[in-house]
């Protein structure tokens, strides 16, 4: 059965830094990433990361500030966030696909973890 488990959100101030874990089980899989959701809008994609370690993808948004990371041998996946800003608060989800080498689109992901709160203050 394929689990996926976020930890590490909390509240911060603007400029601090947070570091998101996903433990994932079950499968092997071909893509994860991190997704992002406010409420009344839809989920968007912070980054991703292809399991081979070939491709890596950032929202503008995020670029320079936050970094993906996986530790395939313990079935980790992490997210450094760095000079974090108000609108960085969200609901953080880690997902992963078993076809996928990426997407930004969260349909294409078949599996979700139950996301973490982020919330930075001004």
């Known amino acids: 059965q394929v689990q996926l488990v976020e930890s590490g959100g909390g509240l911060v101030q603007a400029g601090g830094s947070l570091r998101l874990s996903c433990a994932a089980s079950?499968?092997?899989?071909?893509?994860m990433g991190w997704f992002r959701q406010v409420p009344g809008k839809g989920r968007d994609l912070v980054a991703a990361d292809s399991w081979s370690g070939g491709t890596t993808y950032y929202a503008d948004s995020v670029k320079g500030r936050f970094t993906i990371s996986r530790d395939n041998a313990e079935n980790m996946m992490y997210l450094q966030m760095n000079s974090l800003k108000p609108e960085d608060t969200a609901l953080y989800y880690c997902?992963?696909?078993?076809?996928?080498?990426?997407?930004?689109?969260?349909?294409?992901?078949?599996?979700w973890g139950q996301g973490t709160q982020v919330t930075v203050s001004s």
């Open positions: 079950g499968r092997t899989f071909t893509s």
């Open positions: 997902a992963a696909s078993i076809r996928l080498i990426y997407s930004p689109d969260p349909a294409r992901y078949e599996y």
